[in-house]
């Protein structure tokens, strides 16, 4: 197919761009090198340089190699956002190792599942989350772990204010900071002592681009996480299609918001390796669900970029100190959101607030993972995920075999080939060679999964995933257009929509809801306007109002989670 986007492209936006054969941790030597004393971290207002960074990085890759790290060794990073989170990344990288994030959720089965499957060796615990760890530790092959407390980049007097108040005060799942590790297993070490072990700096490692850097799991919700491999290749590639995307934005001078966890591949490539190529300073949040600290920090840092997910979009418009304007977030230029379906209703508010420009953008842990994004200069069209990025091809095939190229305007599968798509699935060939395609070109094409079409300008439009399709009498309904339609309501905050079965028509739409604090809805007043803004067979049959939805870590709602609910509460 001709690539009919790329008129679509911003002024300075180039059709391609070059990848060099470098490795992800050149990134950070690049930029230490250019702005060695420009902030790379803001971590409780608390500043480390490049050249900072770079040393620690430089100390962490040579302590691995002193406790016996090898090329291709597998290290977990259990941890949320924090400076410990990145030196362990690029130290890893650096020292020859394939990075396995973690997410701080995992409760201990789903960790000890994921450090089996990728083999992982080494691990990086935040020692809040070191009891998980401890739970099964003995079923574990691990050689190393790195302990380390959130207060170790604390500025001197937030950490003493932390040590006093907060440290030894459980949390709400009664998990304590404070931790003793002398009676723990051999193999485990602070992080800051750890670091001393690597004074003499790391020796060179022969790594290829084409080696993997990250095993990136799938978050589960379509089935078992699998682990994406993602090569250095593949990262860079990303980093800079992102980085070509913004033009106007000068190396050195960005500010970026970090608050999406970084063991998820969106914050990972276009928070932190686009952040540490171009030079921005990051500022890191450890939990964005603390809507105070992101807007205080948004404020006081003058964020120019924030990616973000339409929850946390909607929970800022909605913060009732914004509301009542005691926040300047005037500094923000550009956000591009993804995870899931950004409502343009959420979208339009923002931009209001802000001034800035927001974005829809698509991607998937499998393509590192961006892949399509709205233009930031023409704002490209509210609704849609926007055009490929430079380098990235895109088709829309039928569903039933996935061969057969549909035409502009018509509903298919969504498939993606360019240089930031995964080599495979981690020890899974078949997972591998269902999603992974060569053509009779020899062009390997992902096939995502997800139902989409395109428009004549090149402009792409998500229906949904394959898997959340509800057929109700035969109409084919994309729970994605009925939860449009349901966030542009006044009184609702959030909203997800599932089909469930029904005796005659083979599924039903149902919907939850989450209403904005003070107002109040029915049931059959939310059906009754239902009616009057979409076709009958989607107005949902069922209506059930909740304090909250199921979201993962990133933020985005799990209609899976509401489904398999809905399926015991009926018995099946």
């Known amino acids: 197919m001709e690539k009919i986007w790329l008129k679509e492209y911003d002024e300075g936006v180039p059709h391609t761009i070059d990848i060099p054969d470098v490795t992800v941790d050149h990134f950070l030597v690049n930029a230490a090198q250019r702005f060695p004393n420009n902030t790379a971290l803001i971590f409780f207002n608390k500043k480390i340089t490049f050249a900072e960074l770079n040393e620690m990085v430089n100390r962490f890759a040579a302590a691995l190699q002193v406790s016996g790290f090898k090329k291709g060794d597998r290290i977990a990073l259990y941890l949320p956002n924090c400076p410990q989170y990145t030196i362990a990344y690029y130290g890893a990288l650096r020292a020859g190792g394939i990075v396995v994030p973690s997410n701080p959720l995992y409760v201990p089965r789903e960790l000890e599942h994921q450090i089996k499957d990728s083999g992982a060796t080494y691990i990086v615990s935040l020692s809040l989350l070191y009891g998980r760890l401890r739970k099964v530790r003995k079923n574990l092959n691990l050689k190393q772990v790195i302990v380390t407390n959130i207060k170790e980049f604390f500025p001197p007097i937030t950490k003493l204010l932390f040590t006093l108040f907060r440290e030894n005060k459980p949390d709400m799942n ?15 070490m602070w992080f800051r002592d750890f670091l001393r072990l690597g004074t003499k700096g790391p020796a060179p490692v022969e790594v290829s681009s084409e080696d993997t850097a990250v095993l990136m799991y799938t978050g589960g919700t379509t089935g078992v996480p699998k682990g994406a491999q993602l090569t250095h290749h593949n990262l860079v590639a990303n980093a800079m299609q992102v980085a ?22 969106y914050s990972m490539t276009v928070c932190q390796n686009h952040s540490i190529y171009r030079g921005f300073a990051q500022v890191l949040i450890p939990n964005a669900r603390d809507l105070t600290d992101v807007l205080k920090n948004l404020e006081k840092h003058r964020v120019t970029l924030f990616p973000g997910v339409p929850t946390l979009y909607t929970a800022i418009n909605n913060h009732p100190d914004v509301k009542a304007g005691k926040y300047d977030l005037s500094s923000i230029e550009a956000c591009i959101s993804g995870a899931s379906g950004l409502p343009q209703e959420v979208q339009k508010e923002f931009m209001n607030i802000t001034g800035g420009k927001l974005i829809e953008g698509y991607g998937l842990s499998e393509a590192s993972p961006v892949c399509t994004t709205n233009p930031l200069g023409s704002m490209g069209k509210i609704g849609t995920i926007g055009v490929p990025m430079p380098n990235t091809d895109v088709k829309i095939v039928d569903t039933e075999t996935g061969q057969k190229v549909l035409p502009i305007g018509e509903i298919g599968e969504l498939c993606v080939n360019g240089p930031q798509v995964m080599k495979g699935y981690w020890n899974m ?9 060569t053509d009779e070109e020899g ?12 428009d004549e300008d090149g ?9 959340d399709m509800i057929i109700a009498g035969g109409y084919n309904i994309y729970p994605n257009e009925v939860e449009d339609v349901l966030y542009s309501h006044p009184a609702i905050l959030e909203a997800a929509v599932v089909g469930v079965p029904h005796e005659t028509r083979g599924e039903v739409v149902k919907a939850f809801v989450v209403l904005k604090e003070g107002e109040s809805l029915t049931e059959e007043e939310l059906r009754q306007w239902c009616k009057k803004e979409m076709r009958a067979y989607m107005v949902p049959k069922y209506v059930e109002f909740r304090d909250e939805l199921p979201k993962t870590m990133v933020g985005k709602i799990l209609r899976r989670q509401l489904l398999e609910e809905e399926m015991k509460k009926q018995g099946k």
């Open 429 to 437: 060939p078949t997972e591998t060679a269902n999603v992974l395609r």
């Open 443 to 454: 062009r390997v094409w992902l096939h995502t999964g997800d139902i989409a079409a395109m």
């Open 459 to 467: 402009y792409i439009t998500i229906k949904d995933r394959k898997k």
């Open 244 to 265: 070509a995307w913004i033009p106007d934005m000068k190396d050195g001078e960005g500010v970026m918001m970090t608050a999406l966890p970084l063991t998820h591949s």
């Open 174 to 188: 009664g998990e304590r900071h404070s931790l003793t590790i002398t009676d723990e297993p051999e193999g485990t």
